[in-house]
């Protein structure tokens, strides 16, 4: 990803996250989310000093930058090291199905692999069942260890997933 991808992921990032959370996730939330605002933090976040995530696009001659994944190291202490976490993975709703999500997945697997984690942890809303048969066909499984994430004053639970590398 460079910096002149961000306008886009941040673009693909809405999108997404209305597509895949519209239901799960307050609608006011949702309908609130800027690719504009996204970009500039995003812009920032990519700006400031060091940071240990590797972020990466999927592209195509046709449309461009058609997906987004980050990863890095794990926040969860209680995943054995070494271990990292995939942070996002955002394709663009009508690609969705077309294999894009695979390959970005393949690619955060081999760079996960590259920085030397043994494990790549991820976590995902408990109730988006479309995320979590994406995520055991690509080898992760359900750990049991859960979390509750609050959005816009709601509750969300979500589920750890983790795969060997």
């Given at each position: ?7 886009t ?40 000093a ?32 070494p ?46 069942a479309?995320?979590r048969r ?8 359900a ?7 609050p ?15």
């Amino acid at each position: 990803m460079t910096d002149a991808d961000v306008d886009t992921v941040a673009e693909i990032r809405v999108a997404g996250w209305r597509e895949a959370y519209r239901g799960l996730v307050p609608d006011a939330y949702l309908d609130a989310m800027d690719p504009t605002a996204d970009a500039a933090t995003h812009r920032a976040r990519r700006a400031a000093a060091e940071s240990p995530a590797v972020e990466l696009v999927a592209e195509s001659p046709a449309d461009g930058v058609t997906g987004w994944v980050c990863l890095g190291p794990c926040r969860d202490t209680d995943l054995p090291a070494p271990a990292g976490e995939l942070y996002a993975l955002y394709v663009r709703p009508a690609l969705i199905g077309t294999g894009v999500g695979r390959a970005l997945c393949a690619a955060a697997l081999e760079s996960a692999r590259e920085r030397g984690d043994a494990r790549l942890g991820l976590w995902v809303l408990r109730e988006n069942a479309r995320a979590r048969r994406f995520y055991a066909r690509a080898g992760f499984a359900a750990d049991g260890a859960e979390r509750v994430d609050p959005v816009d004053g709601e509750p969300l639970r979500e589920v750890r997933y983790v795969r060997g590398l």
